[in-house]
């Protein structure tokens, strides 16, 4: 069967956002500790070690591919590459704290601010325009976060996340929007693999410098949890760089929201996470403003 290349790329936004469902599952568990009931008798690891131990694996896996396809390592876009490794790095840490301290669904959605923040740098960075319409999606995503935050005075919630966790949030999305601009930047220039690997250079001596401060050892099946989550978390890097080659971002970064639904699903179901008629309301308007704002962008891009 002949794929054209939007429609490749649509399958790897969708199998991108089924590994990194996959990831987060796992960063969750670990993230837990003992006070989940999933995995029994599982240490606590804070962030950092997290994106440390995707990172090494994420190095391995991309260096071997690298050396494979004799493509280089050292490449001239190095300011693009770099933006894109330190922002990722930046932007990961915070949004596994995240996880590790808000519901799965509601840490999701505030990353899925991410193409509203990179609309907003464009206008600062690259004077891009920003039209009234879309003005009206960013507002409506905002106010989307403002009915999950203000939930513990309208609504019957017992979540235990605070104002400060959806701050910490919406900067991993300020981070994650600056790394999703410098793909888009660097997709004329390198290779996909060669852009994954910047990651990992970048966040294993980033990321190494805090586990002298905290650090947790690994035993028994937490070596293969932590395997598992690097292995994963390539294969997502992978297939979403890859997408975003083959095709517009505005018409393919919609499917990636699917990772929202099977976020509540497993919060729900597995994480016990019930989230109020208000949050809910909220994720809404937050993933509806996000989808607005892609759709109509596209469409001004066209006519302009």
């Not at 590459?81 to 990722?88: F, T």
Request: proline share 3%; charged share 10%; net charge positive.
């Amino acid at each position: 069967m002949y794929f054209c290349p939007l429609q490749k790329g649509i399958i790897y936004i969708i199998l991108s956002g089924i590994c990194f469902v996959i990831v987060n599952f796992f960063v969750k568990i670990l993230g837990a500790g003992d006070q989940q009931d999933v995995i029994a008798n599982i240490q606590h690891y804070p962030a950092h070690e997290l994106v440390l131990a995707r990172s090494i694996v994420s190095f391995v896996m991309s260096l071997v591919i690298i050396k494979y396809r004799k493509l280089p390592v050292f490449v001239k876009n190095k300011k693009w590459l770099l933006i894109r490794g330190l922002s990722g790095t930046i932007a990961l840490t915070l949004f596994f704290y995240t996880f590790q301290h808000m519901p799965m669904a509601i840490a999701t959605i505030i990353q899925y601010l991410a193409p509203i923040f990179t609309v907003i740098l464009a206008l600062i960075i690259l004077k891009e325009k920003v039209k009234t319409i879309q003005w009206i999606f960013i507002l409506l995503s905002f106010s989307g976060v403002g009915l999950i935050a203000f939930d513990k005075f309208l609504g019957d919630s017992t979540l235990n996340f605070s104002f400060f966790h959806i701050g910490v949030g919406m900067i991993s999305a300020v981070f994650s929007g600056l790394a999703y601009t410098a793909v888009i930047k660097l997709k004329k220039t390198d290779a996909p693999i060669t852009i994954v690997l910047y990651f990992p250079m970048i966040a294993i001596p980033l990321m190494t410098i805090f586990c002298f401060w905290s650090f947790t050892f690994p035993s028994g099946i937490e070596w293969l949890l932590l395997l598992t989550l690097g292995i994963f978390t390539q294969f997502a890097q992978i297939f979403l760089t890859k997408a975003l080659h083959l095709g517009s971002a505005a018409t393919i970064t919609p499917f990636q929201y699917l990772g929202a639904i099977y976020m509540f699903l497993i919060g729900y179901f597995v994480f016990d996470e019930k989230l109020s008629f208000i949050v809910n309301i909220g994720i809404i308007l937050v993933l509806s403003g996000v989808l607005l704002n892609t759709v109509f962008g596209k469409r001004i891009r066209r006519v302009s």
